[in-house]
């Protein structure tokens, strides 16, 4: 509110960003998303072990975050605390059982195309070797940058 009692509008991020004339930032599980949908496979065709042209793709599971459920309460410490208020304050509050669970974040889990060769498939590939190819590939290393604890294995053909 401005000194003179009036509402002060500010601007979303995306629209301070828009006046500057700069791109809006788009998060890049986002971008992963849109290329899934679009089914665009993302790279060079240059195999990301070794460099040598190819069309084969490899499939990565990347498990970057998970939607986990919290316990509230509960019941019993809902009625506790409905029994404490009611005695020592006039006002009196209620959990519903509706706020016992609730759930945080949400799963974002994606099979994803790498293009290694048939030569590199042969070859063992350890999680920090699989990320550090996922990493030439820019859309990749965008989200391994946001999840760097994401779980990263060869998806089994």
């Known amino acids: 509110m401005c000194s003179c009692g009036k ?14 004339g700069l791109k809006p930032i788009v998060p890049p599980e986002e971008v992963i998303e849109r ?32 939607a986990f459920q919290h316990r509230g309460p509960g019941r019993f410490w809902s009625m506790v605390l409905f029994i404490v208020s009611a005695v020592f304050t006039p006002i009196r509050v209620w959990v519903s059982e509706s706020h016992d669970e609730r759930l945080f974040g949400r799963d974002k889990v994606y099979s994803l ?20 190819c996922m990493c030439k590939v820019p859309e990749y290393r ?13 998806t089994k053909s």
């Open 142 to 154: 965008d989200l391994l940058e946001k999840f760097p604890n994401a779980v990263v294995n060869v």
């Open 35 to 66: 290329l899934i949908n679009a089914g665009t496979i993302p790279g060079n065709g240059t195999c990301t072990y070794c460099g040598d042209e190819t069309p084969s793709l490899l499939w990565v599971h990347a498990e970057c975050e998970r």
């Open 7 to 20: 509402p002060i509008q500010i601007p979303s991020s995306i629209q301070l960003r828009k006046d500057a």
């Open 113 to 132: 195309p790498i293009y290694v060769c048939e030569k590199c498939k042969s070859v063992p590939m350890d999680t920090a070797s699989l990320k550090r």
